[in-house]
């Protein structure tokens, strides 16, 4: 499969030195069980390292441009890093056009793509770091992720859901809400879970996620909406 990464350079106003370490960062680990003699590593070692620059650029960010406390910029730069965040920043860049799947990966256009689009977007990071260093990463992280969070700070994104529900429901019900595990299917590489969250036995919402934590996360956020605790 010939992809044309020009484009993407073009689009991006970026050229890579070294093409191979682009290509590299694009390339998803089924695609190459499906072309074994491909010539490219897949992108997971870029991830990884492209996961701690990004980090880091955030996170010196925050530092120097605000005097807020630890952990609110802590919530700051968790809302800025997420999947959710990354994977909408990938897919208005264009990234899912140059992705490298397998056929059944390629037909997946739900939440494991999303994943996909995320971290591919750290791979990225860490090969244009390998390419070009710190400071044109900076550049490229200050345009493209921190420019959202002046709409994050406005939408409270950044707020923990989970956090949230609860202090609400303390000062409005005195009830600690408490989770419970509805259901869950998959095998143990790719696991769903339903998770309810309960006042004492009124079950306000469920939530679903590909982790126990990410189900508790949504089914706090679906119980703020079904209380009309904004």
Not at 74 to 81: C, F, H, K, P
Request: proline letters at 2%; hydrophobic letters at 40%; a negative charge.
């Amino acid at each position: 499969m010939q992809i044309d990464f020009s484009k993407l350079e073009k689009k991006l106003n970026l050229e890579f030195i070294n093409k191979s370490l682009l290509e590299q960062a694009f390339c998803h680990r089924s695609y190459l069980n499906e072309n074994p003699g491909f010539h490219s590593d897949h992108n997971e070692r870029l991830e990884f390292l492209g996961d701690a620059v990004l980090e880091l650029i955030v996170t010196e960010y925050l530092f120097k441009e605000y005097n807020n406390p630890e952990g609110e910029m802590t919530n700051w730069r968790a809302a800025l890093v997420n999947a959710i965040t990354l994977s909408e920043i990938a897919s208005n860049l264009g990234f899912g056009e140059f992705l490298l799947l397998s056929k059944g990966e390629a037909k997946d256009t739900g939440k494991a793509r999303q994943y996909i689009l995320a971290n591919t977007f750290e791979s990225f990071l860490g090969a244009l770091y390998l390419d070009q260093g710190y400071e044109k990463c900076k550049v490229f992280i200050e345009e493209n992720v921190i420019k959202e969070l002046p709409q994050i700070l406005k939408q409270g994104l950044h707020r923990d859901a989970k956090s949230h529900f609860q202090e609400m429901a303390q000062e409005k019900t005195r009830i600690t809400p408490t989770y419970k595990v509805m259901k869950d299917w998959g095998p143990d590489h790719a696991k769903s879970f339903v998770v309810g969250v309960f006042l004492d036995k009124e079950m306000v919402a469920e939530g679903e996620g590909s982790s126990k934590q990410e189900a508790e996360e949504q089914a706090a956020k679906n119980g703020l909406i079904a209380k009309s605790w904004k």
